[in-house]
């Protein structure tokens, strides 16, 4: 990785820049660079690179494809991002064939990628250096059988006698960690000297925490649509699966409840009032637990799940409950479910939510006044395994604790037009969703109060928010009913 010999003193300052404020410059445009909305194929030529859009079909899916090829020059990012605009797509992946170049073009390419949120990929040929890094901000990455991706330190000064600069590897470990890598995979591609090159396998990647999927363009084979179960039993307290991949879930009574809390609560909010009377008028399943990562990656290996690949955080995956899923995604699940099972699955709706945490209670928890640590999964480092603490009367596990769980509404600041019939607000255009139930590393036991509500960006992923599922009973989805 190239570092010019002028921008050697200033590059290390980006060391504290956010990914935010860098990623609002780099997807600011030019009027030249609007979308163009067709498919015509497209080049942007910068000093070094070659940079082309396309639209190919991958997977069944209209792709906008981003190929970057040849050196990286110092303003390449600046044309790549005309380039990454002018794809007007939903689905966007970046192809990437190079040798490197200098690295702060590189880095900002990758932070034009990350939040593009589009996918990479190395089809053939060569990714190294500048290029790599551009790579590793890919979401997801995908690696070709014969592609070869390279790391080695940055450099600067005579390209024919490079030296190793300290500036330029925190400006990539800045860069890196930014992309949520661990220290582990941080070093493991600084540490090559500047003429030596470290080649990424597999299996060091699956060991350093870096995502890769492996890359195939034929279509992904499509999902098993299960027949019409027989229909889920209805007495509240009953259990079933629909699959042997698919959550286990609670037949919840039909009921009133009230939904909210008074000012006299401790831990009282201005956003959980004005309490209200809510009528759930029939009864519905919930998953018994959060979902969990066995759960998760039954959906990815379908092809559903918009194949992420959620990052455990070296806590372990089976029934630990799935982390690293953005509200969007967690649909995506529900949508693939449905497709599996033929039945309508869902996130739950807010008032849904708490009337399954309240479980029959109007205190602050379903388990009384107060919350113990041997009761719920917080002021701790890590989730705990679904199921570890004891379940609410209503039988379901960690409605307090383990991970936040996304809901199905949009945040507002109030209940005063909330509907009382239970149904989920969600409004197209929505960027504020609703997290209920508090996590592993919530402190404050009022936090987890079944009234207590946080808004998080639908799009946005954390370590300690998951979700769990609902599904109206005796309902089918429209693939399941047939001609």
Not at 101 to 126: H, P, Q, Y
Not at 290 to 308: I, L, N, R, Y
Request: hydrophobic share 40%; proline share 6%.
């Amino acid at each position: 990785m190239r570092l010019d010999a002028a921008a050697y003193f200033a590059i290390s300052a980006l060391v504290v820049v956010s990914m935010q404020a860098i990623g609002s410059r780099a997807e600011s445009a030019e009027a030249d660079t609007a979308p163009s909305g067709d498919c015509a194929p497209r080049e942007y030529a910068g000093d070094g690179a070659r940079i082309t859009v396309e639209c190919r079909k991958i997977d069944g899916l209209d792709t906008a494809v981003v190929r970057l090829s040849g050196d990286i020059e110092s303003d390449d990012d600046r044309y790549f991002r005309r380039a990454l605009l002018a794809a007007d797509s939903d689905n966007v992946l970046v192809s990437l064939e190079s040798g490197g170049g200098n690295l702060d073009a590189g880095i900002e390419i990758g932070r034009a990628i990350w939040f593009r949120e589009a996918a990479t990929v190395v089809e053939e040929g060569v990714c190294a250096s500048a290029c790599a890094l551009a790579w590793l901000a890919g979401r997801p990455r995908f690696m070709a059988p014969k592609a070869r991706i390279g790391f080695h330190a940055p450099w600067h000064g005579d390209p024919d006698r490079p030296e190793a600069s300290t500036a330029g590897s925190a400006v990539v470990g800045g860069y890196l960690r930014d992309l949520g890598l661990t220290s582990a995979a941080i070093e493991y591609i600084n540490e090559p000297g500047p003429e030596e090159m470290r080649w990424l396998t597999p299996e060091d990647a699956d060991a350093l925490n870096i995502a890769l999927r492996p890359w195939q363009e034929e279509a992904a084979p499509p999902v098993a649509v299960a027949p019409p179960v027989e229909v889920a039993p209805s007495e509240p307290g009953s259990t079933f699966r629909d699959c042997d991949a698919c959550p286990e879930m609670v037949v919840i009574p039909a009921g009133n409840f009230t939904m909210g809390s008074s000012k006299s609560e401790t831990g009282h909010q201005a956003d959980e009032e004005p309490q209200r009377e809510v009528k759930l008028a029939a009864p519905f399943a919930v998953g018994r637990f959060e979902v969990t990562f066995d759960e998760w990656d039954a959906c990815v290996a379908d092809g559903g799940c918009a194949g992420h690949e959620p990052d455990d955080q070296h806590w372990g995956r089976g029934r630990r409950p799935v982390v690293d899923v953005s509200w969007e995604v967690a649909n995506d699940y529900t949508e693939w479910l449905s497709r599996k099972t033929g039945r309508s699955y869902r996130l739950l709706s807010e008032a849904e939510w708490e009337y399954a945490a309240r479980a029959g209670t109007a205190t602050p928890y379903s388990f009384g006044a107060t919350i113990h640590r041997d009761q719920a999964n917080f002021g701790g480092e890590k989730t705990a395994e679904v199921g570890s603490y004891p379940a609410s009367p209503f039988g379901l596990s960690d409605m307090h604790g383990n991970v936040w769980e996304w809901v199905a509404d949009c945040y507002a600041e109030s209940y005063r037009d909330a509907p009382a019939d239970g149904a989920a607000v969600s409004p197209a255009g929505c960027n504020w969703r609703v997290v209920r139930g508090g996590a592993w590393n919530t402190t404050s036991p009022e936090n987890m109060r079944t009234a207590f509500r946080l808004r998080r960006v639908a799009d946005s992923t954390r370590d300690n928010v998951g979700f769990r599922v609902a599904r109206a009973l005796g309902e089918t989805t429209e693939m399941s009913k047939g001609p």
